[in-house]
């Protein structure tokens, strides 16, 4: 989808849906709180089946025009870091 390459980050869920129309589906990935104490809520909305748009507190942070070439990037970074230290049984990714 073209429109998207004209979304930026900053932008509001309405100016999105002026340039890009409505999503094909959302999702609501909830929210997180800092170690500071801030609370920020992220939605994710799905164009056509290999794009996405990613909002923090209904501002655009991130636009992914090929959401399949970015999982197999973030894929060959884990399984480089796991080579890296094989050493030591590979690498320990920790979620908070």
Known sequence: MEELTE????MSM???????DKPG??????????ETGDTSHFF???Y?????ILFTNG???GVDLD???????????M????????VNGGVIIQRN
Not at 14 to 20: D, F, G, H, L
Not at 25 to 34: V, W
């Open 7 to 10: 979304v930026k980050n900053g």
């Open 79 to 86: 399984d480089s870091a796991k080579t890296v230290d094989a």
């Open 59 to 61: 501002k655009v942070s």
């Open 44 to 46: 994710q909305w799905f």
């Open 14 to 20: 309405e100016e999105v849906i002026a340039i890009a």
């Open 25 to 34: 589906s959302t999702q609501d990935l909830g929210l997180a709180t800092s």
């Open 67 to 77: 959401i399949k070439a970015t999982q197999e990037r973030i894929q060959h970074i």
């Open 48 to 52: 056509g089946v290999n794009q996405s």
